[in-house]
């Protein structure tokens, strides 16, 4: 059974950049696409950004243009690059396949975004 590892958050001051990381137990990317969701303090957890077993990627309107995802077939690893934070990009942020498998969710890496 895979499983997925995040790292990469922080404390980042507004206008800030931080790169996540999603490193998977065993390849993933043959089976599905990806995705990186995120839950900020009382709200339900949305997705962020996608990325296909073709390499497409999709993301929600409010980080478009600031958000990239991207992946490494040989490490097994999925990206989140962010740039131009925001004070409402703060929440934990988890990786998963899209459609998200349930019993794959981790602890995600907590990012904040303050001042």
């Known amino acids: 059974q895979v499983q997925l590892v995040e790292s990469g958050g922080g404390l980042v001051q507004p206008g800030g950049s931080l790169r996540l990381s999603c490193a998977a137990s065993?390849?993933?990317?043959?089976?599905?696409?990806m995705g990186w969701y995120r839950q900020a303090p009382g709200k339900q957890r949305e997705l962020v950004a996608t990325i296909t077993s073709g390499a497409s990627t999709n993301y929600t309107d409010s980080v478009k243009g600031r958000f990239t995802i991207s992946r490494s077939i040989v490490k097994n690893t999925v990206y989140l690059q962010m740039n131009s934070l925001k004070p409402e990009d703060t929440a934990v942020y988890y990786c998963?396949?899209?459609?998200?498998?349930?019993?794959?969710w981790g602890q995600g890496t907590q990012v904040t975004v303050s001042s």
């Open positions: 998963n396949y899209y459609p998200a498998i349930g019993h794959l």
């Open positions: 065993r390849s993933i990317f043959s089976i599905g696409a």
